[in-house]
Each structure stands twice: as structure tokens, then as C-alpha cells.
């Protein structure tokens, strides 16, 4: 399954993370990171290695494949906790990836949504947003420009 195909590679990532959430809040911070990605599995998955020099500390990605379900479910974790978070799954349609979960922020449930778009050989976007109401509103809350290393 090529849909992380362009992820392939070393990127420098410009990030904007919204300071907090859930409280009218549009103050947003901004910092570097670096991606290392490769595939597992044929190309059924992939994983990455998040480094952000300026928080000292480090993350991973794992993608995999649902050969079944015909989608992906990606998890997440960091150097903070050394968890695997829960997943977020969906697909690509025309070139953009939807893929939505559930999760908690300070205790509460909420929805997780992740979108990858504007993939090009050489740059991608990917916007993470959170909602406290089921999906119905959502505020967007990290952004992730990434061009290729």
C-alpha cells in the first residue's frame, strides 16, 4: 500500500502547536524537528523517528496497514512517557489522509483528528485538531510543515 510512500526519507519539520486547549487559546508556539522515516512490512508500514531539539526530547510514529479493513491506524508515542498512545485510523481519498480516534486531555475524553495533505515529493502538511464535543466542533491545535532534508 503506497499511502506512505512520500513519508519515506529525512525531513525538516516546521512546527506551530497551540499553547493550550479548549480554552479560546491562540497563542501558538513554534519550534524545529527533524523526521527520519522508513517502511516496515513491504510497504504495509512505516515508522518514524521525531527528534525537537529544543524540547529535549524525541518521538515515534508507527503506521500500519489494515490489509482487511482496507485502512491505517497510526499510533504515537514520546520520549516523555515511553507509551504507545491509541490510534487514529482512516485512508487516503484524492490525495489527502483523514484519520480520527479517541484519546483523553487532562482526563477528559475527546476525539482526535489527523490530516496529511499538500503531498508533494518534496513537502507535506499534516494538522492535528481535537474536539471535546464528539466530533461536532473542532479546534486545530499542532501543524506540521515538513520539506524534504
Known amino acids: 500500500m503506497p499511502d506512505f510512500d512520500f513519508a519515506i526519507g529525512t525531513w525538516n519539520v516546521a512546527?506551530?502547536?497551540l499553547k493550550t486547549v479548549f480554552n479560546g487559546c491562540d497563542d501558538w508556539?513554534?519550534?524545529p524537528s527533524t523526521v527520519t522515516c522508513w517502511a516496515i512490512f513491504d510497504?504495509?508500514?512505516?515508522?518514524d523517528e521525531v527528534i525537537f531539539p529544543t524540547w529535549d526530547r524525541r518521538a515515534m510514529t508507527l503506521r500500519l496497514f489494515d490489509?482487511?479493513?482496507?485502512?491505517?491506524?497510526i499510533y504515537?508515542?514520546?520520549s516523555r512517557t515511553g507509551q504507545l498512545g491509541p490510534p487514529v485510523t482512516g485512508t487516503f481519498t484524492d490525495g489527502r489522509g483523514d484519520f480520527y480516534g479517541d484519546d483523553t486531555v487532562?482526563?477528559?475524553?475527546?476525539?482526535?483528528h489527523f490530516v496529511w495533505s499538500a503531498i508533494t515529493p518534496t513537502s507535506a502538511r499534516w494538522e492535528q485538531e481535537f474536539s471535546e464535543d464528539g466530533g461536532r466542533t473542532w479546534e486545530s491545535n499542532w501543524v506540521m510543515e515538513f520539506t524534504r532534508a
Open 76 to 78: 504515537w508515542a514520546d
Open 29 to 31: 508556539v513554534t519550534y
Open 15 to 17: 512546527n506551530r502547536h
Open 43 to 47: 510497504g504495509h508500514g512505516t515508522m
Open 106 to 112: 487532562d482526563g477528559k475524553p475527546i476525539r482526535v
Open 67 to 73: 490489509q482487511e479493513r482496507k485502512e491505517w491506524s
